[in-house]
């Protein structure tokens, strides 16, 4: 009598014996699964047209509140005024050139003290990330100063250099450069050694090894550095625009407070915002045109 598989009560075939996979939800479970959106996973890429829809999204759901909000006065127009107000007010302000003027002398004064200061802090942080001895002399001075506030040294630089643009080169200088310094060094640090060895076994010396190896290597990141340390110099000037100053979106906000003129205030920090985000995305896309090679092994 010839041996029969057991098929279980029903007399059919087990899933396990008939080499079927075992799934929870049954075999075509699997199959027809949606994977979830590229966008939404860890690490995930996002399409440009995606990208910026998205970001546009936001701020025009962040200015439908706002005009909700003003519209049905549940603020008082004297603490909150309406965009269009705002617009009304920097269209009367762009058309007297007083805007322009503004925007034009910060832009300036970051130009010039923001350049300063990474004109210094590159090759400094490049030189304390690749030397223990430059990190010996430099890095704990470094780090003594930038938690020191820079709002404390506005007295200080009114009368070291007096009331003009000198003044507020310097405040951007101590608010960018100590910063600067302490990312430029950690990006310089990521750099492989074993990168670093291999120019030694080529017979490179260190000037060629710091040209050639550790700044193409640590660009990208100083660069991304750059763009971080950009976005507090525009809160520097701003500061230093604040007191002891003739010109620029500092000086106007604080005129514009002494007057309750709430639409400026509010017409000046979106514009700063505004300022802000397009340099900050020039950053990114110069970045991205300069540092290919550091794209691809993402």
């Known amino acids: 009598m010839s041996s029969q598989p057991d098929n279980g009560p ?14 929870p939800r049954g075999s075509g479970a699997g ?3 949606r994977r979830r959106p590229e966008m939404l996973r860890i690490g995930g890429g996002i399409r440009t047209f995606h990208f910026v829809g998205i970001a546009a999204f936001v701020f025009v759901l962040i200015f439908g509140l706002w005009l909700v909000v003003t519209a049905n006065e549940w603020v008082k127009p004297i603490f909150l005024p309406g965009p269009i107000d705002v617009w009304n007010r920097l269209s009367e302000l762009a058309a007297s050139g007083d805007l322009a003027k503004d925007i034009l002398i910060s832009c300036y004064r970051i130009a010039i003290g923001f350049s300063l200061a990474t004109l210094l802090a590159v090759p400094i942080g ?3 990330g690749a030397y223990r001895a430059w990190e010996a002399a430099v890095e704990p001075l470094t780090d003594f100063v930038r938690y020191m ?7 200080l630089t009114i009368l070291w250099a007096g009331t003009d643009d000198i003044q507020k080169f310097l405040i951007i200088w101590i608010g960018t450069f100590f910063q600067q310094v302490l990312l430029v060094m950690d990006n310089t640090k990521r750099v492989p050694l074993d990168v670093v060895d291999i120019g030694r076994t080529l017979g490179m010396k260190d000037r060629s090894i710091l040209a050639r190896i550790i700044f193409p290597a640590a660009a990208p990141g100083i660069w991304d550095s750059m763009r971080i340390s950009l976005g507090w110099a525009w809160t520097w000037v701003v500061l230093a625009e604040l007191v002891a100053a003739t010109s620029g979106l ?3 906000i604080t005129t514009a407070q002494r007057f309750f003129q709430t639409d400026t205030i509010i017409g000046y ?3 700063l915002g505004t300022l802000g985000l397009i340099t900050d995305q020039v950053m990114k896309f110069l970045g991205r045109r300069m540092f290919r090679y550091a794209e691809s092994r993402r």
């Open 31 to 33: 199959r027809g699964a």
């Open 126 to 128: 490049v030189m304390i």
């Open 10 to 23: 029903s007399g059919s075939t087990t899933p396990a014996a008939a080499g079927a996979p075992l799934s």
């Open 269 to 271: 920090i979106l514009v």
């Open 250 to 252: 500092g000086y106007r």
């Open 149 to 155: 506030p820079v709002v404390a040294f506005v007295p």
